[in-house]
T-cell receptor
Framework: GQQLNQSPQSMFIQEGEDVSMNCTSS?????WLWYKQDPGEGPVLLIA?????ELTSNGRLTAQFGITRKDSFLNISASIPSDVGIYFC??????????????FGTGTLLAVQP | DSGVTQTPKHLITATGQRVTLRCSPR?????VYWYQQSLDQGLQFLIQ???????AKGNILERFSAQQFPDLHSELNLSSLELGDSALYFC??????????????FGPGTRLTVT
């Protein structure tokens, strides 16, 4: 199945550090979404991006929709232990009137050392 | 809590058997999506229903089928189960049909183990 390239694959950081991860695609998307997943749980929506160049924040999280529409970035500032989890990007094509499938990235595992 | 519910949480069954996974979307959401998550394939789209009709298909096996009922809940039927079907199965919903609603909200998932 199709997956988007997401990097880094994993990150081990100290509490208080900033984190950056990105997602790239060979095709253009209309929407980029970022999710966080805890073990055994469902993905939780963090940020949704709708326009090329858009920069959106949700608390300590900031995400950007790349100008080319083929990439997206997520930054987490001043990480805390509860930021631990797997972060997924997802690209979406939107076709007239009904949303379409999400194509997910390979995921970034984030570990935060207190 | 996303508002999307899935039952059962866990399911253990034998090869060759058939199971049904159930999903109730968020109140007011018309679209339901099913995804499969496995270690080797990641999160993969299976199928989408919109207001009772099939809208999009992904890499769904012929042994798998789904439907969405008039009350908008959905069921995913998996038959002739194989060991490789062991995975987490997620349901997601979205308002779909609104120009400003592209987000999908995920349920807690059903962990299927085929022995």
């Amino acid at each position: 199945g199709q997956q988007l390239n997401q990097s880094p694959q994993s990150m081990f950081i100290q509490e208080g550090e900033d984190v950056s991860m990105n997602c790239t695609s060979s095709s253009i998307f209309n929407t980029w979404l970022w999710y966080k997943q805890d073990p055994g749980e469902g993905p939780v929506l963090l940020i949704a991006l709708y326009k090329a160049g858009e920069l959106t924040s949700n608390g300590r999280l900031t995400a950007q929709f790349g100008i080319t529409r083929k990439d997206s970035f997520l930054n987490i500032s001043a990480s805390i232990p509860s930021d631990v989890g797997i972060y997924f990007c997802a690209g979406q094509h939107f076709y007239g009137g009904a949303t379409n499938k999400l194509i997910f990235g390979t995921g970034t595992l984030l570990a935060v050392q207190p | 809590d996303s508002g999307v519910t899935q039952t059962p949480k866990h399911l253990i069954t034998a090869t060759g058997q058939r199971v049904t996974l159930r999903c109730s979307p968020r109140s007011g959401d018309l679209s339901v999506y099913w995804y499969q998550q496995s270690l080797d394939q990641g999160l993969q789209f299976l199928i989408q229903y919109y207001n009772g009709e099939e809208r999009a298909k992904g890499n769904i096996l012929e042994r798998f089928s789904a439907q969405q009922f008039p009350d908008l809940h959905s069921e995913l039927n998996l038959s002739s189960l194989e060991l490789g079907d062991s995975a987490l199965y997620f349901c997601a919903s979205s308002p779909a049909g609104s120009d400003f609603s592209y987000e999908q909200y995920f349920g807690p998932g059903t962990r299927l183990t085929v022995t």
